[in-house]
């Protein structure tokens, strides 16, 4: 009796130790909506072995995009030298890497250590971050390799021209849009931009009232 609960104690163990090598790579799951733009933090975790450098490779859903100068290190680089940087490698897919040019490590053994800004536009219809290919090199250029993590990005049920996001498109959005027009902060102001280009103005009203007329 007491060798097989010696036994299951070793098989938990060592189960609870595969599961925690699994995870030195995490990002957490969270919803967008369309119109949204919203930051990833992808967390790196690691125990005795000094860090240096990272790399990954992200795959986009449709209707999501990577907003690259928005994209930023976290505290956890702690010199100027060290530099973050996004290519596109193939339609949809762009390479994140970091580099320090004098080996500085990153500070801290778990935590936030990237941080990705994507937007979903108009027809964003739902889909999955994809996280691959993700390799670490410490202090003596050792290479160590992690399993891929996946965030799921699941469709928010707040539909496109819905401001304050209480799940109807109606004149209430509406005024948000012209208040933030004519200079009338609001809690939404990320929201307002209905059209897209990156300006609020009329456009925006006129194209969110064309929306609640189509839906009447």
Known sequence: MVRRIAFLVFIATFCVWMGASAKNVTVESFSIAPGETKLVAVNFSNTKTIHVA?????????????????CFLSERFTNQEQELH???IEDGVYRILTSSYDLTPFTGNSGALIYISVTADKDYNGGALSFSNMISVDTSCKQYSFDDEKATVPLSPYPWGDVNMDGMVNLSDLMLVVNQ??????SYAERVDINGDNAVNISDVATLTSIIVSRQ
């Not at 990272?54 to 986009?60: G, K, R, T």
């Not at 027009?181 to 609001?186: A, F, I, L, N, P």
């Open 86 to 88: 996004i290519g596109e």
């Open 181 to 186: 027009v004519v200079g009338r902060q609001t």
């Open 54 to 70: 990272f790399q990954a490779d992200l795959e986009l859903p449709a209707g999501l995009k990577i907003n690259v100068d928005k």
